[in-house]
């Protein structure tokens, strides 16, 4: 079956940085767009980035613009996501999800999460 | 700017049916949208893309008893027959290049 498996988080100190992994089992990885998605404690769901099927174009949002970097390694079916200058409101979980198509569309797949925690 | 919008909370009883509303900002009502549940302390789950021609596709294994409909500038998803473990807040989503991908606020649904 389908899985998606995030790790990497923790707690860091503003400023600092770190590399999360989201490793994909169950399904064609390189036939799927990748997404980061992420929750603040108690609140909604807010997009950070996508990365197109063979990593041809990567999108992100204003937060996530110049300070985070999507990346994907086909061949080991795994998806990056390396955040840079962190600041206490990236505090969340970190959820990667897979769509089918390629870039955008529908998040087909999630992961369970990993919690990032920003603080001095 | 699309913006997409949901009722903060919702409750129905055990059994019962409610219809969760998603709607999407004026210039917009041709996108198609994802719901999605997520259940306390758990990831979000993909339920079904429902397209503003009122098509759907559901995820792998949701049950017959979600359904999702669209009118206008409106996108429902339907839980008939609700139990405990519909209890979760629920988002839509929608996308495009020049977009990205946009949630709604979510829905926090209680089962009485």
């Known amino acids: 079956q389908v899985q998606l498996e995030e790790s990497g988080g923790g707690v860091v100190q503003p400023g600092r940085s770190l590399r999360l992994s989201c490793a994909a089992s169950?399904?064609?990885?390189?036939?799927?767009?990748m997404h980061w998605v992420r929750q603040a404690p108690g609140k909604g769901l807010e997009w950070v980035a996508v990365?197109?099927?063979?990593?041809?174009?990567?999108d992100y949002a204003d937060s996530a613009k110049g300070r985070f970097t999507i990346s994907r390694d086909n061949s080991k079916h795994t998806l990056y996501l390396q955040m840079n200058s962190l600041r206490a409101e990236d505090t969340a979980v970190y959820y990667c999800a897979a769509v089918e198509g390629g870039s955008y569309g529908g998040l087909d797949y999630w992961g369970q999460g990993t919690l990032v925690s920003v603080s001095s | 700017q699309l913006v997409l919008t949901q009722s903060p909370s919702a409750s129905a009883s055990l059994g019962a049916s409610v219809k969760l509303t998603c709607t999407l900002s004026?210039?917009?009502?041709?996108?198609?949208i994802a719901w999605h549940q997520q259940q306390p302390e758990k990831g979000p789950r993909y339920l079904m893309k429902i397209n503003s021609d009122d098509s759907h596709n559901k995820g792998d294994g949701i049950p017959d008893r979600f359904s999702g409909s669209s009118s206008g500038a409106e996108r429902y998803l339907t839980i008939s027959s609700l139990q405990s473990e519909d209890e979760a807040d629920y988002y839509c989503?929608?996308?495009?290049?020049?977009?990205?991908?946009?949630f709604g606020g979510g829905t926090k649904l209680t089962v009485l």
């Open positions: 169950g399904f064609t990885f390189s036939d799927y767009g």
């Open positions: 990365i197109w099927y063979d990593g041809s174009r990567k």
């Open positions: 004026s210039g917009y009502s041709n996108y198609a």
């Open positions: 989503q929608t996308w495009g290049s020049d977009i990205h991908v946009v």
